[in-house]
């Protein structure tokens, strides 16, 4: 495998055209005020009581899915699907490099060079490696190098997670959940699969519809809410984005909803910034609802790279992130910058995306992952 092959990026994955905010870009002063309107009516709701099925993706209407819940086979069949690219990445040349090979300091060179291509960071990389050079006259195959890499990597992952990585709905009604992140990153699609996956679990969803910068945000999120049979709370195009947040949290306290989810703008609309916009949100969560949001999550596309890092170091400072989401997966056979990311940040990962289908979004595990990876 040539390494030309791995350095392919963003293909046709992101249907959204428009620019990703480079995150050296991302200004981190506010450049004009928006007013503090914070109780404003709801101009629209739409309601829908469908159970979450798996028809069309409003989005890929191509993708057929098989039922709501997803038994541990399909699972891990739609995990390793979606890391086949990494994995051919790993795996195939992993399994190469041990050909009629010893393991000597050319092939842990070798092998620390094709961990780092996979975005595993270089710390980890070479930590693995040297793990590797310490045992390695007990290595007598190439599964037992894999498998080996698996236990270093979940080893360090586990260090820094601390066993957070599950979400929590206990003691909250409802949670609040801000989803946060730029441009066409993947936001709206991973509510939407988020709350088809709560409803699914029986939970009562709330969406709240804070990109108001365009109407087709709202839509999209409309389309999601019915077909997830999660509730949409919306105003018209360019109001305030925390009073569409107060409202849902409003509506969502009235009707005993479990969760609501608060999707947001992902680009800078001229002269406001990002940032600010999403603090306003945070502070007018947290009048109506003392502690909310109860969870802030970063939705990265994992295809940007180390560009994701630079991403969650500045919204982490901004707004403080609880959690993460890695999503596109499927279109970079650089999956292992989960690992680098979530060891760097020092954040749990919640969810991961690895496909554009509603059933395409999971509950990060890393064992799980480390074993579809390699
Ligand atoms: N292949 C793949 N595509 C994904 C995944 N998640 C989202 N997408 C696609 O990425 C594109 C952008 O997704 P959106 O959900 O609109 O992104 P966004 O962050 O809400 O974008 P803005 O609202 O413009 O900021 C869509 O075409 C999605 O279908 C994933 O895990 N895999
Ligand atoms: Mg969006």
């Given at each position: 495998m040539s390494f030309s092959l791995f350095g392919k990026k963003k293909s046709k994955i992101t249907k959204n055209s428009e620019t990703h905010i480079p995150s050296k870009e991302m200004p981190d002063s506010m450049e004009q005020e928006t007013p503090e309107s914070e109780a404003g009516e709801p101009e629209v709701e739409i309601r829908s009581d469908k159970v979450a099925s798996t028809e069309e993706n409003p989005e890929t209407s191509s993708k057929?899915?098989?039922?709501?819940?997803?038994?541990?086979?399909?699972?891990?069949?739609?995990?390793?699907?979606?890391?086949?690219?990494t994995r051919a990445l790993l795996t195939t040349d992993v399994d190469d490099l041990l050909l009629g090979r010893k393991i000597d300091e050319s092939l842990l060179e070798e092998l620390e060079e094709?961990?780092?291509?996979?975005?595993?960071?270089v710390e980890t990389s070479m930590s693995i490696v040297a793990r590797i050079r310490e045992v390695r006259g007990r290595i007598q195959s190439g599964e037992d190098?894999?498998?080996?890499?698996?236990?270093?990597?979940?080893?360090e992952m586990d260090e820094e997670?601390?066993?957070?990585?599950?979400?929590?709905?206990?003691?909250?009604?409802?949670?609040?959940?801000?989803?946060?992140?730029?441009?066409?990153?993947?936001?709206?699609?991973?509510?939407?699969?988020?709350?088809?996956?709560?409803?699914?679990?029986?939970?009562?969803?709330?969406?709240?519809?804070?990109?108001?910068?365009r109407a087709a945000a709202c839509e999209q999120l409309g389309m999601w809410a019915e077909r997830?049979?999660?509730?949409?709370?919306?105003?018209?195009?360019?109001?305030?984005?925390?009073?569409?947040?107060?409202?849902?949290?409003?509506?969502?306290?009235?009707?005993?909803a479990d969760i609501v989810l608060v999707d947001t703008a992902g680009r800078l609309h001229n002269k406001v910034n990002l940032m600010e916009e999403?603090?306003?949100?945070?502070?007018?969560?947290?009048?109506?609802?003392?502690?909310?949001?109860?969870?802030?999550?970063?939705?990265?596309?994992?295809t940007t790279g180390q560009n994701a890092l630079r991403q969650a170091e500045i919204f982490h400072e901004?707004?403080?992130?609880?959690?993460?989401?890695?999503?596109?997966?499927?279109?970079?056979?650089?999956?292992?910058?989960?690992?680098?990311i979530q060891k760097q940040m020092g954040l749990p990962i919640r969810y991961i995306g690895v496909g554009e289908s509603m059933e395409d979004l999971q509950p990060f595990d890393a064992k799980a992952f480390l074993e579809a990876m390699f």
């Open positions: 057929k899915q098989e039922t709501g819940e997803q038994d541990q086979g399909s699972f891990f069949k739609s995990l390793k699907k979606g890391l086949s690219k094709k961990l780092i291509t996979a975005d595993l960071g190098l894999k498998a080996l890499i698996r236990e270093e990597i979940l080893r997670n601390q066993g957070q990585t599950q979400e929590s709905f206990m003691g909250f009604s409802p949670k609040v959940i801000l989803v946060t992140g730029v441009n066409g990153v993947g936001k709206t699609t991973t509510i939407g699969k988020m709350a088809a996956l709560y409803t699914r679990q029986g939970k009562k969803v709330i969406l709240a519809a804070g990109d108001t910068f997830s049979g999660a509730t949409l709370i919306r105003h018209k195009e360019n109001s305030d984005p925390a009073s569409v947040a107060f409202d849902a949290l409003d509506a969502a306290i009235a009707r005993k999403l603090k306003k949100i945070r502070r007018t969560l947290d009048k109506r609802m003392p502690g909310a949001p109860h969870e802030t999550l970063l939705v990265l596309d994992a901004a707004v403080g992130l609880t959690g993460l989401v890695l999503t596109k997966l499927d279109g970079t056979a650089r999956g292992g910058i989960v690992v680098s």
